[in-house]
């Protein structure tokens, strides 16, 4: 259960940075970025009821510092896509979202994965720089890559913080970690703009909502696995909006993509049988 629950995490999390993503090129992306944490706090508290919950405080610290980290995350995603590609903004930010909370559980918490686990985590990481490689374009910048290592701390994290939650706690610091991200993202909003069409704020709501039920997802697959193996198999995210890149957008599939993504796939079948 707990491999399955990550992957549907990663899927989740792939169709709300898709989404948001689009909308952010055509719309203040810090105001994308808050409406969606804003649609995220309803799927959160509409199911925190429904789970055993006996939440203390420091889980909900836990969960806080989290949300933190993905108001963080989120306002540099966005910004990302906002002016560079979907296909190198966003697996680039998940390249330290991955490292960073592997290392952190090894270090700190004690975890020791087997060797074939291994195997996929080291794996992983270079699968997802495989598929960021679109190659120098005439209108290639640094600065979208900035923003997506940047997100990428953000994210780390929102992973590691939240995983720090006692299984008792239920969703509720799933809950206070949506309230915290959008205290965290409404000055970057009030700041940028607020205003976004009606169909846009719906496609925002929609992806923050998404990225709530991956979060959610998320934390189950904590409590029936290694911390490391939720993290690997969670962000593996980014080949979702890669692949959706080429088939709705028309991006093209370079060679190294390729092999990024049978990467990936190879490192889904270790993380998940072992």
Same mark, same amino acid.
Do not use: H, K, N
């Given at each position: 259960?707990?491999?399955?629950?990550?992957?549907?995490?990663?899927?989740?999390?792939?169709?709300?940075?898709?989404?948001?993503?689009?909308?952010?090129?055509?719309?203040?992306?810090?105001?994308?970025?808050?409406?969606?944490?804003?649609?995220?706090?309803?799927?959160?508290?509409?199911?925190?009821?429904l789970l055993p919950s006996a939440a203390c405080p420091a889980d909900l610290g836990w969960g806080a510092l989290s949300g933190v980290g993905t108001g963080v995350g989120m306002v540099f995603l966005f910004r990302?896509?906002?002016?560079?590609?979907?296909?190198?903004?966003?697996?680039?930010? !998940?390249? @330290? +979202?991955? &490292?960073?909370?592997? =290392?952190?559980?090894? %270090?700190?918490?004690?975890?020791?994965?087997?060797? /074939?686990?291994?195997?996929?985590?080291?794996i992983a990481v270079p699968a997802l720089w495989l598929v960021?490689?679109?190659?120098?374009?005439?209108? !290639?910048? @640094? +600065?979208? &890559?900035?923003?997506? =290592?940047?997100?990428? %701390?953000?994210?780390?994290?929102?992973?590691?913080? /939240?995983?720090?939650?006692?299984?008792?706690?239920?969703a509720w610091p799933l809950v206070a970690g949506r309230v915290a991200a959008i205290l965290t993202l409404a000055p970057w909003a009030a700041f940028r703009g607020l205003h976004l069409p009606p169909w846009r704020l719906t496609l925002s709501a929609l992806a923050g909502a998404a990225a709530a039920l991956a979060l959610l997802c998320y934390l189950l697959a904590t409590r029936h696995q290694l911390v490391v193996i939720a993290v690997v198999l969670s962000s593996l995210y980014p080949v979702l909006p890669v692949l959706l890149g080429i088939l709705v957008l028309g991006e093209r599939l370079r060679t190294l993509q390729v092999c990024g993504l049978l990467t990936a796939a190879a490192a889904v079948v270790l993380l998940t049988t072992t």
């Open positions: 259960m707990g491999p399955l629950l990550a992957l549907v995490s990663a899927v989740c999390y792939g169709l709300s940075d898709f989404v948001g993503g689009l909308v952010a090129r055509r719309a203040p992306f810090a105001a994308v970025a808050l409406i969606g944490q804003v649609g995220g706090p309803v799927l959160a508290l509409a199911v925190a009821p990302g896509l906002a002016r560079g590609a979907m296909s190198v903004v966003v697996p680039t930010s !998940a390249v @330290a +979202g991955v &490292a960073l909370p592997v =290392l952190a559980g090894v %270090a700190f918490l004690g975890e020791r994965p087997a060797l /074939l686990t291994w195997l996929g985590i080291v960021s490689r679109t190659g120098p374009g005439p209108g !290639a910048r @640094a +600065g979208p &890559a900035v923003d997506g =290592l940047i997100a990428s %701390a953000g994210i780390a994290v929102q992973y590691l913080a /939240l995983a720090q939650a006692e299984p008792a706690a239920g």
